[in-house]
């Protein structure tokens, strides 16, 4: 079983949508979480990180509920440069982090 | 400006043949990874290393081998071993919860 799994989608979504991706991990000795950006043919960047309270920035909200083992992301009013592929991670102790397949999103006009 | 090179953007490589592919980092982190990404995939872990002269096996070690003579430069060589090369490969240095990746090199198995 893979440590991260996510819906890889695509999701496309009109301009102004609320769309929302969930993850779950596998290890419970996971201990910290994030989202991660990845445009075409680029490197992944840090979106957000994740807490168990919920935190947001801006159009973005993340949540993680450590009870049932997933993350979700969800993002507002859908933005044309939204559109990319964004990456659950798990983390665990000793620096090593496990990345999720990614979840593709398109943003139409 | 502190951050990871990656260096060649896009390699070629004949059948058979070992390549080297440079990471090098100027932000004093300890912690430096590679992976590998193919299309509609995630990344997956090749070999990473927490410290100095010390690295482990990822999950695809297989074909690959890895060197840390330095804190600053974590080479990755594909070798003739690894059957299936052609792909995107990432790598990055950790720092505290964050990963900072380089912009990655194409290789292509020609």
């Known amino acids: 079983r893979k440590e991260v799994e996510q819906d890889p989608g695509p999701f496309n979504v009109p301009e102004g949508a609320t769309v929302a991706f969930n993850c779950t991990y596998s290890?419970?000795?996971?201990?910290?979480f994030f989202w991660y950006r990845q445009d075409c043919r680029k490197e992944p960047k840090l979106l957000m990180s994740?807490?168990?309270s919920g935190n947001e920035d801006g159009r973005f909200t993340a949540q993680l509920n450590r009870a049932s083992q997933y993350i979700s992301l969800l993002i507002r009013d859908s933005k044309l440069s939204d559109s990319a592929t964004y990456l659950c991670?798990?983390?665990?102790?000793?620096?090593?982090?496990?990345f999720g397949t990614g979840t593709s999103l398109t943003v139409i006009p | 400006d502190g951050g990871i090179t990656q260096s060649p953007k896009y390699l070629f490589r004949k059948e058979g043949q070992n390549v080297t592919l440079s990471c090098e980092q100027n932000?004093?982190?300890?912690?430096m990874y590679w992976y590998r990404q193919d299309p509609g995939q995630g990344l997956r872990l090749i070999y990473y290393?927490?410290?100095?002269?010390?690295?482990q096996k990822g999950d695809i070690a297989e074909g690959y081998s890895v060197s840390r003579e330095k804190k600053e430069s974590f080479p990755l060589t594909v070798t003739s071993a690894q059957k299936n090369p052609t792909a995107f490969y990432l790598c990055?240095?950790?720092?505290?919860?964050?990963?900072?990746f380089g912009q990655g090199t194409r290789l292509t198995v020609v």
């Open positions: 990055a240095s950790t720092y505290n919860t964050e990963a900072f």
């Open positions: 290890n419970s000795a996971s201990q910290s």
């Open positions: 994740v807490y168990s």
């Open positions: 991670v798990a983390q665990r102790t000793g620096n090593q982090f496990y």
């Open positions: 932000l004093n982190h300890d912690a």
């Open positions: 290393s927490q410290i100095v002269n010390d690295f």
